[in-house]
């Protein structure tokens, strides 16, 4: 089936650093990769829906200018959290869809635990 | 816009007990609807999915989920749980847009609690 896969799963980093987070479709050409946030024991928000060769579309209330997209390739999707702060810490999880498939479901990746010092 | 809600946030069953988990959604046509499984630090994983056609819809682990377009209803149901069910479960509605659906939200979950 198809996979997706995050890396890296955990990342812990001091204040005001930048944190690149890669989301890449293993097995398939993901035209389109969404970025979710999930803060504990609630559901995922959808940040931005991205696809290849173009910029991301942005959810309301989602800062682009903090929520770095890139999704330069058909397997390849980066999340840049820049001057990261503690209140961004939260669990972030991508997912894919493949090309010709838009009656298909998404495809997630096993997320990433950003933790902000 | 879309909108998701699962009524109930915990259940507790026991092992080989059936179960229903509710979702009730809000959308102005026939919608796409999704249920997923999450476990602790991970992922979701596909349960099963709703587009058209026969609204009782079977998925893996033995799960399965009947469309009730009058009711704007999505439940899961699973004949006898298995401890290895306990985890957090996401209903999802995904927009109809031209070449398939469009923004999928998510229900605030439920999370299972299976004892023995």
């Known amino acids: 089936g198809a996979v997706v896969s995050q890396h890296p799963s955990w990342v812990i980093c001091k204040s005001g650093t930048s944190v690149k987070i890669e989301c890449r479709s293993l097995d398939f050409q993901a035209t389109t990769m969404f970025w979710y946030r999930q803060f504990p024991k609630q559901s995922l928000m959808l940040m931005a829906t991205?696809?290849?060769?173009?910029?991301?579309?942005?959810e309301q209330g989602v800062e682009k200018d903090k929520f770095l997209i890139n999704h330069a390739s058909l397997t390849l999707s980066t999340l840049t959290v820049t001057s990261a702060h503690p209140e961004d810490s939260s669990f972030y999880i991508c997912s894919a869809r493949g090309r010709g498939t838009p009656n298909q479901p998404q495809h997630f990746g096993d997320g990433t635990r950003l933790s902000i010092l | 816009a879309q909108s998701v809600t699962q009524p109930d946030i915990h259940i507790t069953v026991s092992e080989g007990a059936s179960l229903e988990l509710r979702c009730n959604y809000s959308?102005?046509?026939?919608?796409?609807l999704f249920w997923y499984v999450q476990s602790p630090g991970q992922g979701l994983q596909l349960l099963l999915k709703y587009f058209s056609g026969d609204t009782l819809v079977q998925g893996i682990k033995g799960f399965e989920a009947e469309f009730k377009r009058s009711q704007s209803s999505f439940n899961l149901r699973k004949p006898s749980v298995h401890w290895s069910d306990a985890a957090e479960y996401f209903c999802?509605?995904?927009?109809?847009?031209?070449?398939?659906?469009?923004?999928?939200?998510f229900g605030i979950g439920t999370k299972l609690q299976v004892i023995p």
């Open positions: 991205s696809n290849e060769g173009s910029k991301a579309t942005y």
């Open positions: 999802a509605v995904g927009a109809r847009g031209t070449g398939g659906y469009q923004k999928v939200t």
């Open positions: 959308y102005g046509a026939t919608p796409y």
